[in-house]
Nanobody
Framework: QVQLVEIGGGLVQAGGSLGLSCTAS????????MSWFRQTPGKEREFVAA????????YYTDSVKGRFTCSRDNARNTMFLQMNNLKPEDTAVYYC?????????????????WGLGTQVTVSS
């Protein structure tokens, strides 16, 4: 099994920055593509960013392009999300997800492993 743990959420004012990390433990050799999703109450879980195992391929949802940067350090089994120029609409619980193959999915059903999430709140 694989466990994913997100840290780094919190409260920040609009225009501020936060950094999230997601560390995998357990059978980490099975962690290939990693992604960030976010969810607000009453809404479906929304794709934010995805990164291939090598880090060469990174994808973002349009609303965060130019503001968020996704990266990973495979030696530390950790993925990062640097969030700059945050907006109130970025407020959500942010989840780390990982798949067991090279495919990039923009929907939650493409991922086998999930973290418990970390709250990000952006005040106006």
């Amino acid at each position: 099994q694989v466990q994913l743990v997100e840290i780094g959420g919190g409260l920040v004012q609009a225009g501020g920055s936060l950094g999230l990390s997601c560390t995998a433990s357990g059978r980490t050799f099975s962690v290939i593509t990693m992604s960030w999703f976010r969810q607000t109450p009453g809404k479906e879980r929304e794709f934010v960013a995805a990164i291939s195992w090598s880090g060469a391929d990174i994808y973002y949802t349009d609303s965060v392009k130019g503001r968020f940067t996704c990266s990973r350090d495979n030696a530390r089994n950790t993925m990062f999300l640097q969030m700059n120029n945050l907006k109130p609409e970025d407020t959500a619980v942010y989840y780390c997800a990982a798949s067991r193959d090279n495919s990039i999915s923009y929907t939650p059903d493409g991922y086998f492993y999930w973290g418990l999430g970390t709250q990000v709140t952006v005040s106006s």
